[in-house]
């Protein structure tokens, strides 16, 4: 069971932008904290952002605070990521899930590719 689909991803090139959505199953009945995570082949998956159930207290890893923004729509069940100014180091397979990650069960979803190249 995978409880959350990612969308939005492709490929951009720097300095450009994307909007990742993440739609959570209406089979969850609680409003869960969320996170946007990353992974790029050969390193551990990490949290880029997170926020309160309620849409507040959001957190941003340095690496990109100040240019992406994350935030939510309890009433669409969806989650997004705003992503600007976009850097090459940002290119990963980019996945939502519950923060910490695990609440929501079932397996992490298929991610969405961002790629950022010239």
């Known amino acids: 069971q995978v409880p959350v689909v990612e969308s939005g991803g492709g490929l951009v090139q720097p300095g450009g932008s994307l909007r990742l959505s993440c739609v959570i199953s209406?089979?969850?009945?609680?409003?869960?904290?969320m996170g946007w995570y990353r992974q790029v082949p050969g390193n551990e998956r990490e949290l880029v952002a997170a926020?309160?159930?309620?849409?507040?207290?959001?957190y941003y890893r340095n690496a990109v605070r100040g240019r992406f923004t994350i935030s939510r729509d309890n009433a669409k069940n969806t989650v997004y990521l705003e992503m600007n100014n976009l850097k090459i180091e940002d290119t990963a397979v980019y996945y939502c899930n519950s923060y910490p990650a695990g609440s929501l069960g079932g397996d992490w979803g298929q991610g969405t590719q961002v790629t950022v190249s010239s």
């Open positions: 926020l309160a159930w309620n849409g507040e207290n959001p």
């Open positions: 209406k089979t969850i009945e609680r409003t869960f904290d």
